[in-house]
């Protein structure tokens, strides 16, 4: 049996096992077969937000995206790939995993990989963060800024899903709360440094200021606001996008 075979097997599997989305289902596999990668997207997109198509969602990433995965928009590949993480019940697994996807952004021979793989990276970031790797998640936060720094034409396209220039800043915001709140920064130590809460409050000042720059979000004008003041921006500001 051929690769492709085995993908279009598996989806014949799932409309059997899924029947609520086997119209879909079969749908994915006759854009598959007719490579019409920009419409099968679409129906993906479509179909990531249900609770009930999460429950086989690593399964249909391992066994059907990863198929076409070097075809179609990296930035939508890697947005899939965010929702799938979050179907992982331990962060270490979702770090993995998106390691995996960025892997396959690396090797999809693709141009423009800088935003998708920035976008993923500031993700895995986050899971850094939520198993109490803090150094680690602020060395993330700062190769990111790097990056962006140095990229053009940064997508600010409505999706609904936020994009790499928006989490950066969300998580460098989660790590400045973090340390604001009295959790620990240093390992070694495990005590709150003060210098460390005021370098990150400066550097998310500049990057707050970057994102409004790119984006022109109103919400991250009013966050760039409160951090020129000294003050910690509020969390809906940025959860908001």
């Given amino acids: 049996m051929s690769s492709s075979d085995s993908y279009l097997s598996w989806l014949e599997s799932a409309q059997t096992k899924h ?19 920009h419409q099968l997207t679409v129906l993906v997109e479509e179909l990531l937000p249900q609770q009930e198509f999460q429950s086989f969602l690593i399964s249909f990433y391992d066994n059907f995206i990863t198929a076409f995965a070097h075809r179609i928009n990296l930035l939508k590949l890697a947005q899939i790939a965010e929702v799938t993480a979050k179907q992982y019940k331990q ?10 996807a960025i892997k396959q952004i690396t090797e999809s021979g693709q141009r ?10 500031m993700h895995i970031a986050e899971y850094k963060l939520q198993m109490g790797a803090t150094d680690e998640c602020k060395t993330l936060i700062e190769e990111g800024k790097e990056t962006l720094d140095t990229m053009e034409n940064v997508s600010t396209q409505a999706t609904g899903i936020p994009k790499s220039n928006c989490n950066l800043c969300w998580s460098h915001l989660t790590y400045f709360t973090s340390l604001a709140a009295g959790r620990p920064c240093c390992q070694c130590c495990g005590a709150l440094c003060q210098k460390s809460v005021l370098q990150v409050q400066e550097k998310l000042c500049r ?16 966050a760039a606001s409160r951090a ?6 509020r969390l809906n500001e940025l959860k908001a996008l």
């Fill in 91 to 100: 962060p270490e697994q979702a770090i993995q995993f998106l390691q995996g």
């Fill in 228 to 233: 020129e003041a000294g003050k910690t921006p």
């Fill in 207 to 222: 990057l707050l200021q970057k994102l409004v720059a790119v984006s022109g979000f109103h919400l991250l004008r009013k």
């Fill in 19 to 37: 029947t609520t989305y086997a119209s879909q289902l079969n749908q994915l596999g006759e854009y598959y077969k007719q490579k019409l990668w």
């Fill in 112 to 121: 423009h990989t800088e935003q998708p793989m920035l976008f993923l990276r």
